[in-house]
């Protein structure tokens, strides 16, 4: 499962690089960072290590469902005539179409299953009751929201930017807002909560027989 995660991201990355998506190879490789991350967690065993690949996890994971806003950039494929209503038979962008379907869809079902899999953990292992883990979760969600924000609008930050100015971020993330921003906000982390309502009846309709 593992490998099949790391190869498919690979294979994205490189078949997107040389295209008119060239910036999904990167938004991709972001994407995998806190897949492998989670991967990693579960394998070792230290509680000191466990801790900082979740602490890295976290920091990561808006990048997963940040490419659900690379759709904005649908418009420069030519496979749609907007004056007469039909699709054009264009393969390579209809290829790249697919390529973006199939980056948002896997990682966002495999980075949000990988997610309530680590609250799971957390749960069994802190002892945490439901309402404290919905709550880790809602929190996890609107943090989320909050980068998919910080990475989509202007100053537009990338992840190394907390590392490089940290300040920086924080304020302009945390401190300035505007009602449109919470708006903007509220609306992705209703992205995220749609994502998990659907992941999680899935669950339910698989146990009926």
């Known amino acids: 499962m593992k490998n099949i995660?790391?190869?498919?991201?690979?294979?994205?990355?490189?078949?997107?690089?040389?295209?008119r998506f060239s910036f999904?190879?990167?938004?991709?490789?972001?994407?995998?960072?806190p897949l492998e991350l989670s991967f990693q967690f579960f394998r070792v065993k230290k509680n000191g290590l466990k801790l900082g690949l979740a602490a890295l996890f976290m920091l990561y994971f808006p990048n997963i469902p940040?490419?659900?806003?690379d759709i904005i950039h649908m418009d420069i494929l030519d496979?749609?005539?907007?004056?007469?209503?039909?699709?054009?038979?264009n393969l390579g962008d209809w290829t790249l179409t697919i390529v973006l379907f199939l980056a948002i869809f896997s990682f966002v079902l495999i980075g949000?299953?990988?997610?309530?899999?680590?609250?799971?953990?957390a749960k069994k292992q802190y002892r945490l009751?439901?309402?404290?883990?919905?709550?880790?979760?809602?929190?996890?969600?609107?943090?989320s929201s909050l980068g998919i924000y910080a990475g989509r609008f202007p100053p537009r930050?990338?992840?190394?930017?907390?590392?490089?100015?940290?300040?920086?971020?924080?304020?302009?993330i945390f401190l300035e807002w505007s009602f449109i921003k919470l708006e903007?906000?509220?609306?992705?982390?209703?992205?995220?909560?749609?994502i998990i309502g659907v992941m999680t009846m899935n669950r339910q309709l698989s146990k009926l027989k």
């Open 5 to 19: 995660v790391r190869l498919m991201s690979l294979l994205l990355i490189i078949g997107a690089y040389n295209t």
């Open 66 to 69: 940040y490419l659900v806003t």
């Open 24 to 33: 999904l190879s990167l938004n991709i490789l972001l994407a995998y960072i």
């Open 157 to 172: 930050f990338h992840s190394i930017d907390i590392f490089v100015r940290p300040w920086y971020v924080f304020k302009t």
């Open 112 to 121: 949000f299953g990988q997610l309530l899999k680590l609250l799971s953990y």
């Open 184 to 194: 903007i906000v509220l609306l992705f982390l209703g992205l995220h909560l749609a």
């Open 129 to 143: 009751t439901t309402t404290q883990v919905s709550g880790v979760l809602l929190l996890v969600c609107f943090l």
């Open 79 to 89: 496979i749609y005539n907007h004056f007469t209503g039909d699709s054009i038979k």
